[in-house]
């Protein structure tokens, strides 16, 4: 029992390896979604960085060049998604079964793509959850490190559904007006009833915050509370919630 702490880090830009050392420093885990490049030109970690990085947690796919899948045709989106993996795996020399949504939009269409690409679970940007989401191609986050309004929070919540499930994190959201309280309540509520806590952050958005200072505090809080086998990547959290559905594929 207890909480389970897990967090996802999207982009590959090379401030995650700062990141990567602040999890370790207080013996946390998580999985860092990586494009091969960035088409929005936020600069992507050089292949040694990411092997190095490989060797301490894991890395999952984020399309080849970060695109947007429902901005592209159906082909277009399934070679984002198929290219992706295997330049990754070429790279790093292992599997790869983890996928991030660019931006979180996707439709049912692209789950089935990222399924018969052979990844074995994939993330959205749904927040507010306190399990690992509705399934395992849809798996969600409880919070994103970053300043965001509350009105950010409300429309988060009005197209991720599963209201009733998430309406208990958006009430303490809509309570606190300040951001890092939100943080620490809600993983409060996912301490008080043993529920996952899962944090995802940009860490290009903790440089131009300077909010560094506010992950390293928080991270040490959840490492005050979380016991060690409840600290999760996203895959052993997939393992945990949906192994039933698993068996064969990881
Ligand atoms: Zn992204």
Redesign the pocket.
């Known amino acids: 029992m207890g909480a389970i702490f897990t967090c996802s880090i ?2 590959g830009h090379p401030s995650d390896m700062r990141l990567a050392d602040l999890l370790e420093r207080y013996g946390l885990n998580g999985t860092f ?1 990586v ?1 091969i490049v960035n088409r929005e030109g936020s600069p992507v970690m050089a292949p040694a960085a990411l092997r190095e990085l490989a060797g301490r947690f894991e890395i999952g796919s ?1 399309t080849y060049s ?1 695109q947007f899948l429902t901005r592209v045709d159906a082909t277009r989106a399934a070679q984002e998604i198929f290219w992706g993996k295997h330049a990754l795996e070429d790279m790093l020399g292992r599997p790869v079964s983890g996928f ?1 949504y ?2 979180g939009r996707y439709r049912r269409v692209h789950l089935r793509m990222v399924r018969a690409a052979g990844f074995a679970y994939a993330r959205t940007t749904v927040n507010l959850c306190l399990d690992a989401g509705p399934g395992r191609y849809e798996m969600a986050t409880s919070c994103q490190f970053y300043p965001h309004g509350r009105d950010v929070y409300m429309r988060n919540f009005a197209s991720g559904g599963r209201w009733l499930h998430r309406r208990r994190c958006l009430a303490a959201f809509l309570r606190s007006s300040d951001w890092r309280a939100r943080l620490y309540k809600c993983f409060e509520i996912a301490e008080t009833h043993n529920r996952v806590f899962h944090l995802w952050a ?1 860490t290009a958005d903790l440089d131009s915050n300077n909010s560094w200072s506010e992950m390293e505090n928080f991270l040490s809080h959840v490492s005050g509370s979380v016991k060690t086998s409840n600290r999760l990547s996203n895959r052993e959290l997939a393992e945990r919630y949906f192994i039933e559905n698993m068996k064969g594929v990881l």
């Open positions: 999207d982009d979604y494009p984020h970060h991030c660019p931006g940009h």
